[in-house]
């Protein structure tokens, strides 16, 4: 069963960056395409941005020119680069699989934008 532990976030003021990590327990960015999804206080989990195995990244509009996913193969790690931060980027992000059925998510790591 693979595992997933995500961290990084914290408490930033508007403008600020922060670096987000997903650690994974088996080597699947290879064959998956692997994304970072973000769950704020009374609303639905949405996904943020997605990398193929390929390499290809999509962001979603919100995000887009801000946030950058990238990943260590060799380190079995997702990144999650996070600048220009905004209020509306508080949340809790989790990575997961972008297709299929989703693995057991992870505790996420809170991000908290607030001056």
């Known amino acids: 069963q693979v595992q997933l532990v995500e961290s990084g976030g914290g408490l930033v003021q508007p403008g600020g960056s922060l670096r987000l990590s997903c650690a994974a327990s088996?080597?699947?960015?290879?064959?998956?395409?692997m994304g970072w999804y973000r769950q704020a206080p009374g609303k639905q989990r949405e996904l943020v941005a997605r990398l193929t195995s390929g390499g290809i990244a999509i962001y979603a509009d919100s995000v887009k020119g801000r946030f950058t996913i990238s990943r260590d193969n060799a380190k079995r790690t997702l990144y999650l680069q996070m600048n220009n931060l905004k209020p509306e980027d508080t949340a809790v992000y989790y990575c997961n699989r972008y297709l299929g059925q989703y693995w057991p998510w992870g505790q996420g790591t809170q991000v908290t934008v607030s001056s």
């Open positions: 088996e080597n699947i960015f290879i064959f998956n395409i």
